[in-house]
């Protein structure tokens, strides 16, 4: 399922990508957990819920800043690296002002998997959960969903701190949703424009966002625009997460999260990018304030922004072989059921074409090998670690330069690019 050299990640053509997909999904799920930087949790989370009252109590009395409190004291338990166990007693000392009834609710029923454990119905590597069943009943793995398990003593077992932090933060939402917020998704997701802007602001960068139409009639709307001196960055977000049937290497739940995630987002920083070459600039009007923002010949990058990780998926390698093989693709289904979603993909493909026939036309031919090279695939905690000494436009341009023409066949972008930061401190490299 690993491939083994970069050369396994190129020549993939429309037959052979699925399948190749396929496996990567299965290779990510049973040997990639997905990690988060444990420091970037209580942010993400106050970031994300912002829009809710962390004060208000809820099903049995538990707030949201009591959740953070328990979950910042599992965070800082143990050791900086490696296992450890924790109990009761030791996470309720260190929530001071937290009833010890609320601590002892969140650690058994929001962050712990009770006995006998996780992945208890996870007997091979294609097992994926049934919407229809009762959760305790659905098959696949759900190590992920919680960063404890219970031990019969009545303590826990916490793993390694980077594997804990984005447990944290499901299991967060997962008791979220069981009080049945309403339009729990769709907030979270514009929260997440929100609070990208914030950080990008709080690093010294402006993140122009707004609606605007072009000279042809057409009209656009930027999630956040970046003007640095040589280069108009695109950034696009989507909160389609990669679901479990599709980690579980079901084909088509792959297509369908690749195309509400990666395609979805790509094809509209696309279309600014038409736009802003034919027309020389781009208008943005946000509550009644206007931004203009002209090319005058910079470069251009796109970047697809997702709340959680897709791991392998985010390399930049297999994005463009991705990309590149959409535009011979057309796909049907097998299941009379997914008809509708398939063939909203497939018009998606269709205005792909469109899209990259205009570009053609602007830019006076693009080989293959350039059509997507200004394109990433990004998560939202792998962009915290991006912004990482960034105090400019200019210096972000130099953090996404870092691995912009080096690939190490990995497919993990945070190895990557901490590889190539101390190589180029070494080295004194900057560009």
């Known amino acids: 399922m690993q491939p083994y050299s970069t050369f396994g990640l190129l020549f993939k053509d429309t037959w052979t990508l699925v399948p190749f997909l396929q496996e990567l999904a299965l290779y990510d799920s049973l040997f990639t957990i997905t990690q988060t930087r444990p420091s970037d949790v209580m942010k993400l989370l106050r970031g994300l819920l912002g829009w809710l009252d962390p004060d208000q109590k809820r099903g049995i009395g538990w707030t949201l800043n009591d959740l953070f409190a328990v979950g910042n004291a599992i965070l800082s338990s143990g050791g900086s690296r490696g296992s450890s166990f924790i109990s009761h007693t030791s996470i309720a000392a260190r929530c001071s002002g937290v009833d010890a009834r609320i601590v002892k609710f969140a650690l058994d029923e929001v962050f712990s998997h009770a006995l006998p454990g996780a992945n208890q119905r996870f007997n091979k590597p294609t097992d994926a959960p049934e919407d229809a069943l009762p959760r305790e009943q659905r098959s696949g793995h759900d190590f992920f969903e919680r960063p404890l398990l219970a031990s019969r003593d009545g303590g826990f077992m916490l793993f390694e701190k980077a594997l804990a932090a984005p447990a944290i933060i499901e299991a967060v939402f997962t008791v979220l949703r069981s009080t049945k917020l309403k339009n729990f998704e769709s907030l979270v997701g514009e929260e997440m424009e929100h609070f990208l802007r914030q950080e990008l ?224 401190a070494v080295g004194g490299g900057t560009r």
């Open 201 to 424: 602001g709080a690093h010294g960068i402006a993140a122009l966002q707004g609606d605007y139409d072009d000279s042809l009639g057409s009209h656009g709307e930027c999630d956040i625009v970046i003007e640095c001196p040589d280069t108009v960055i695109f950034i696009e977000m989507k909160k389609q997460p990669l679901t479990r049937k599709a980690q579980a290497g079901s084909d088509t739940a792959l297509l369908m999260d690749m195309a509400a995630s990666l395609l979805h987002a790509q094809l509209q920083a696309g279309w600014h990018e038409v736009r802003i070459r034919r027309d020389g600039f781009l208008l943005l009007e946000k509550d009644g304030q206007r931004r203009r923002v002209d090319l005058n010949g910079r470069a251009i990058e796109r970047i697809a922004v997702t709340l959680f990780d897709y791991g392998g998926f985010q390399d930049r390698t297999l994005l463009q072989q991705f990309l590149q093989a959409q535009l011979a693709a057309g796909y049907s289904p097998v299941d009379p059921a997914l008809n509708a979603k398939f063939d909203k993909i497939n018009a998606q493909l269709e205005e792909l074409r469109t899209q990259i026939a205009q570009l053609q036309s602007l830019v006076g031919g693009r080989g293959e090998a350039a059509r997507f090279f200004n394109c990433w695939f990004l998560s939202i905690p792998q962009f915290l670690v991006l912004l990482d000494g960034v105090d400019s436009p200019a210096t972000l341009r130099l953090a996404l330069w870092n691995t912009r023409h080096t690939s190490l066949g990995t497919l993990d972008f945070y190895f990557e690019h901490a590889h190539m930061k101390q190589l180029k």
